[in-house]
């Protein structure tokens, strides 16, 4: 108990209960550590004063730092300044984010597209608008963290099912009375898995109960299908009815999420997603950056084609090498599956010393049990690189 200074006796003090919260989680292994890194070119970086080799970007196609693409920032930054000044219904849609809106429908193939301050803001917007009280959202169990908020923070009921299990989706959506809409959420690529979701088997069950499917594209958009439109194009589902969500933040190298679709979609989502009403719009800069990162996708193929070559190529060696990974994923994150979060930090901590930056992913990103490095791959990274990874890999392994 300590003293006010009026002399009344107080309870503890109001943020006393911390220090025993994160020091459990220091015992679980599970307490998150800030590092300061320097981005390089050429998927490097510094960390703590050493050089490394980043493998746990999201940068798939080594477009944050294309000079063109800083270029186009530079040239609206010097024109516009650094802040939009306003959510986009005020006054923050500039020239730079009417001209990424067309682009980005132009690229998804679709009549228009909306613009929100990050990916987890357009997926917990459009859920929102989409479905409320008396509406049933049905959700993947391993769903990105930004999809299972925008499911709570809609008020709508909420089915999750067990990963990639249909069955239990289809009895779910036959045994779930409801007067209201529904609606079916997934990520096309699981972030920290790297398996697909089974779109067109979605599409079949959505169509079928007459629910709508949104899908979020974050990990695929610029990587997945021949033109970089995602699992949706990779899986031929382009011209059925989904909702498709993806982010300016990971292959296309900037910041930034979207949602691509019909007008009618659009306009309801201009009215109703709160995100996109209530913060300001991006900076007319990264608008600019992106839309040359996504010239850059559409016209340099060979990038996307490399990157899925060398991803199988790695996968295949990490299965001949006997390492642990998640079998059914394609494209560039390769999870090495190590279970017990304690053993992920140390391999990730050799594999830094010995030059190579990793994530370890730990509970809650991932369910208990199921730690794991996160590798990704990039376009940016020489074969060498990946080789000399394996083998700092298969001797940290053994080490630890
Ligand atoms: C990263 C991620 C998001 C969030 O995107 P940001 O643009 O980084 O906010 C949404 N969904 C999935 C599946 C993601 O991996």
């Known amino acids: 108990m300590s003293e006010s200074p009026t002399g009344a006796s107080s309870g503890p003090a109001p943020f006393d209960w911390m220090a025993p919260a994160l020091q459990s989680l220091e015992q679980s292994h599970l307490r998150r550590r800030r590092r300061e890194i320097i981005p390089r070119p050429g998927c490097r970086a510094v960390v703590d004063g050493r050089d490394v080799v980043n493998f746990a970007s999201n940068d798939y196609l080594d477009l944050a730092g294309d000079p063109r693409v800083v270029a186009a920032a530079q040239r609206a930054l010097t024109s516009s300044g650094v802040g939009a000044r306003a959510s986009a219904l005020v006054c923050g849609r500039t020239p730079w984010h009417v001209a990424l809106e067309r682009r980005i429908a132009r690229f998804e193939r679709q009549t228009d597209a909306l ?67 529904r609606l079916i959420v997934t990520d096309s690529v699981f972030s920290m898995d790297g398996d697909l979701a089974p779109l067109p088997r979605l599409c079949d069950l959505a169509e079928q109960h007459a629910a709508m499917l949104l899908v979020d594209e974050a990990h695929a958009t610029g990587v997945f299908g021949a033109h970089g439109r995602g699992v949706s194009e990779h899986q031929g589902v382009e011209e059925r009815e989904l909702i498709r969500i993806g982010t300016l933040s990971k292959a296309v190298g900037t910041l930034g999420g979207f949602v691509a679709g019909p007008a009618l979609l659009i306009d309801w989502l201009w009215n109703r997603a709160r995100p996109q009403v209530f913060s300001t719009a991006l900076p007319p800069a990264i608008c600019a950056a992106a839309e040359q990162a996504l010239e850059i996708i559409e016209t340099e193929p060979a990038r996307r084609r490399q990157l899925f070559e060398r991803s199988e190529m790695f996968r295949a060696e990490l299965r001949r090498a006997g390492i642990s990974t998640v079998t059914n994923a394609e494209g560039p994150i390769v999870p090495v599956l190590l279970e017990h979060p304690q053993r992920a930090v140390q391999v990730a901590e050799r594999l830094e010393q010995a030059g190579f930056f990793v994530g370890a992913i730990r509970p809650p990103t991932v369910p208990p049990g199921t730690s794991r490095l996160r590798i990704t791959l990039s376009s940016g990274h020489d074969w060498r690189d990946i080789e000399q990874l394996l083998a700092s890999l298969s001797s940290s392994l053994e080490a630890c």
């Open 115 to 181: 613009l929100f301050p990050t990916g987890f803001a357009a997926n917990l917007g459009t859920v929102g608008a989409l479905v409320g009280k008396g509406d049933v959202v049905f959700s993947d169990r391993l769903n990105h963290a930004s999809l299972i908020d925008g499911c709570r923070l809609s008020g709508a009921q909420i089915q999750i099912y067990d990963h990639h299990n249909l069955g239990e989706l289809a009895r779910a959506l036959r045994d779930t009375p409801t007067t209201g809409r």
